[in-house]
């Protein structure tokens, strides 16, 4: 490979590197290998054409030792060329490495030393939160994921800078996690159209955020309903047995992942009535929960995908299985349309339908746009909530007081029962609102939220080369003791005390569950409203207990894993 290899280029290029030095040294070793092989062979063939049949033994040992030593020379060329190909490629990655450094000081970035050829990939793979963890107050750290760097900030400043986009120096990658050679020159081919481009748009002038309100309120009736089944369901389920595990399933998430993916469907994609039965949503939820969690697991762990065969296959099939799903959905999408058009005539106006917000987000785009916005949509509404719903219901289970204030709340407002729950009332539901928001601080369903450096630029003191990948990890922003006080505890007050934006934090742009910027999560609303109700319905109607019994495998510190596996709640209704 040239020395003119793009800045910050990937861990392919790496492999290429690797196989390109092994294979410049093993050709001529291959040649050298063939030559010896050929002697081997060639001496007897000569012995005879030459007469020599009686050759002594001693004549006979001395040549076969000849041959030995032709072969052990080959051996020792090829070791050697290996040895010489990997020498020549940690040379290259540690030069790469070192364009990272800390701008003024001319140090190495911050983060842990990492390994030769493979970097940090053995801690972030094995205790990856924990690793993290390790270097919370560091503004920003850079970890190694073979060649790549794995920038992951963690200051005010930064956070600001790229998640504001910095007029378009920052912005969301077009594919997801690491690159192509061909897309990092892709990209910095492009940089100077993008330099001064700002690309930000208004989140509040964005027509779908009115049109998801207006989707909200014409549609409350149907996420009550909804909240009411999946309590009932829990409910049912824990007068069986006092574990919620229906149909042998070993956590909470599958009830009540399956009642959200449900209610989200027929939410935004118009999935109900006889299109239900086109859709078995116990399949579909299985599906997307599978797909997704893989898809957060390669998110915080790239190298899942090298090492883990049987799971890359089972990736494979949910992923085209999504894609099959997705593709049901843009028809049932279409069909809405020509409905609509058919009853309001050719150009008429769709009212605030759960499809009229849909369309308005999914804009413009070609139908491989389409289906992919699709996909993405179907993901992020679907396997968000249901974690971030069986957390709130876990950290509420056990704290009376908080139970109190909540049913005190809804009291003032009058709510006794949830058929008394009005959309109004959500806004007023300020201690609802707070325990909610603790609960996404503490446990953000949202792994890593990433974007493409465009241009050069120093971030926290640090060189970022064009092409980069900067990643914002929620969790880690959340437990940053420099800005939350108390981080690891449940304080659903901090957001009443202090500020109802961003709790006992500085600023908004440290409290990240939804994102922040112009890329900021666009069904923000919809999933707070869901958890409200879901919320409102569990205090009014019933009391309930819940523990953990399996302490997260993944990481060593009992609190870092976001899959909250092994809660056992037990319900029991209110008179
Ligand atoms: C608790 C629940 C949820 C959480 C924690 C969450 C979090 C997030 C985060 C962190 C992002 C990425 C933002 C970024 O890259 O800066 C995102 C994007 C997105 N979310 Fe959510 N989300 C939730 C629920 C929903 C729901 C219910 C919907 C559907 C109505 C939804 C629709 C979207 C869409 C469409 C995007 C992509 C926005 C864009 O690329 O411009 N999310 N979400």
Redesign the pocket.
């Known amino acids: 490979m040239s020395d003119k290899a793009p800045k910050g280029s990937s861990w392919y290029a790496t492999a290429t590197d690797v196989l390109s030095s092994a294979y410049d040294g093993i050709v001529p070793t291959l040649g050298y290998i063939k030559r010896s092989v050929e002697d081997v062979i060639q001496i007897p063939y000569s012995n005879v054409t030459e007469g020599h049949s009686n050759i002594t033994s001693s004549y006979s040992s001395l040549e076969s030792s000849t041959n030995y030593s032709n072969v052990t020379i080959a051996i020792g060329v090829v070791a050697a060329s290996a040895v010489g190909a990997g020498i020549y490629s940690c040379a290259k990655m540690y030069r790469r490495r070192n364009k990272y450094r800390h701008y003024k000081t001319n140090q190495l970035a911050p983060g842990p030393t990492p390994l030769p050829i493979v970097g940090n990939v053995l801690q972030l793979r094995t205790h990856y939160y924990e690793t993290l963890y390790r270097f919370v107050e560091q503004p920003a750290s850079v970890f190694w994921v073979m060649s790549d760097p794995f920038i992951v900030v963690n200051e005010e400043a930064a956070l600001r800078r790229v998640?504001g986009g910095a007029n378009g120096l920052y912005t969301?990658p077009k594919y997801f996690g690491y690159r192509s050679r061909a897309v990092t020159k892709a990209v910095q081919s492009e940089k100077k159209q993008v330099a001064l481009e700002s690309i930000q748009y208004d989140p509040n002038g964005d027509v779908s955020r009115a049109a998801?309100e207006g989707m909200i309120i014409s549609s409350f009736g149907t996420i009550k309903g909804s909240m009411v089944d999946l309590l009932h369901m829990l409910d049912d389920a824990s007068s069986h047995d006092i574990t919620i595990r229906p149909n042998n399933d070993p956590d909470t998430v599958n009830p009540v992942r399956r009642s959200i993916v449900g209610l989200?469907l027929n939410?935004?994609f118009g999935v109900k009535g006889e299109r239900a039965n086109e859709v078995d949503h116990r399949h579909v939820s299985e599906t997307i929960s599978s797909a997704g969690t893989e898809f957060a697991r390669r998110m915080v762990n790239p190298f899942k995908v090298l090492i883990d065969i049987p799971s890359n296959l089972r990736f494979l099939f949910d992923v085209s299985s999504l894609i099959s799903l997705g593709r049901r959905l843009c028809g049932i999408l279409d069909d809405s349309v020509k409905c609509s058009m058919a009853s309001e005539g050719h150009g008429g106006v769709r009212n605030a339908s759960g499809c009229s917000?849909v369309h308005a987000?999914i804009g413009k785009v070609g139908t491989i746009g389409k289906l992919g916005?699709v996909v993405?949509?179907l993901m992020?509404?679907?396997?968000?909530?249901p974690?971030?719903a069986v957390w709130m219901l876990h950290l509420v289970a056990n704290d009376e007081n908080i139970k109190a204030k909540l049913r005190e709340e809804l009291e003032d407002l009058g709510v006794h029962k949830i058929r008394d729950l009005r959309y109004e009332h959500l806004e007023k539901m300020e201690v609802a609102e707070a325990v909610i928001k603790e609960t996404?601080r503490l446990y953000?369903?949202?792994p890593l939220?990433?974007?493409q450096a465009q241009l050069d630029d120093v971030l926290a003191d640090i060189t970022v080369t064009a092409g980069s990948i900067v990643y914002?990890v929620?969790w880690l922003v959340h437990r940053n003791p420099k800005y939350w006080s108390n981080a690891h505890e449940f304080r659903p007050e901090r957001f009443l005390e202090e500020s109802r934006s961003h709790g006992d934090a500085p600023s908004d742009w440290l409290y990240?569950?939804?994102?922040?910027?112009?890329?900021?999560?666009?069904?923000?609303?919809?999933?707070?409203t869901?958890?409200k109700i879901l919320l409102c319905h569990a205090v009014c109607s019933y009391d309930w207990e819940s523990r953990k019994e399996i302490i997260l495998r993944d990481s060593k510190f009992p609190e870092l894993g976001m899959d909250p596996k092994g809660i056992r709640m037990s319900f029991r209704r209110r008179n």
């Open positions: 998640l969301k998801l989200n939410l935004l917000w987000w916005k993405g949509l992020a509404s679907t396997q968000t909530v974690l971030a996404l953000p369903p949202f939220i990433q974007r914002v929620p990240l569950p939804f994102g922040r910027g112009s890329r900021m999560c666009a069904g923000s609303k919809l999933a707070l869901e958890l």
